[in-house]
């Protein structure tokens, strides 16, 4: 199966277990702030500790309207969200404007950030970030299936 892929889901709030995951070689592990043991120090601790690894950090917030959750998981580096309690088609398309910078959605810019520092320093670095981050974020909805 060459287009499967594997993760896992943390729901520890520590960074030495989101390390060990994302070295041990899955493709993507998703850190769960909805559930989990997750506060906002504890998830900027958990993205810093998976960062030199390959593996694409996914953070769940809270649901569709979670504005800040989003923005704050991929400013401090996340590579994509997971939106539980998606309802409708209204619900989706707010999530993910939340996920997008202008004119495709409605994120702020906010710097000095880790999602920036991936991409450089400075102008040039918040520039490439800007140019690139609405092509690159992964916005992943968990549907209700009662609604669909």
């Avoid at 030199?52 to 996340?78: C, E, F, T, W």
């Avoid at 950030?113 to 992964?138: M, T």
């Amino acid at each position: 199966m060459a287009d499967s892929n594997f993760g896992i889901m943390v729901a520890s709030g520590s960074p030495a277990i989101a390390e060990a995951v994302a070295a041990s070689g899955v493709d993507w592990l998703c850190i769960d702030a909805q559930h989990g043991a997750v506060t906002y120090d504890v998830l900027h601790n958990m993205l810093a500790a998976c960062s030199s690894h390959k593996a694409k950090v996914i953070v769940r917030v809270g649901g569709p309207n979670d504005r800040y959750g989003m923005q704050q998981a991929l400013d401090l580096g996340a590579d994509g969200i997971m939106v539980p309690l998606v309802n409708n088609r209204k619900d989706a398309e707010e999530a993910v404007s939340y996920c997008l910078f202008a004119p495709q959605g409605q994120r702020s810019v906010a710097y000095p950030v880790r999602a920036v520092y991936h991409k450089g320093v400075g102008g040039p670095g918040l520039s490439r970030y800007l140019a690139e981050a609405n092509k690159e974020v992964e916005v992943w909805l968990q549907v209700r299936p009662q609604y669909v």
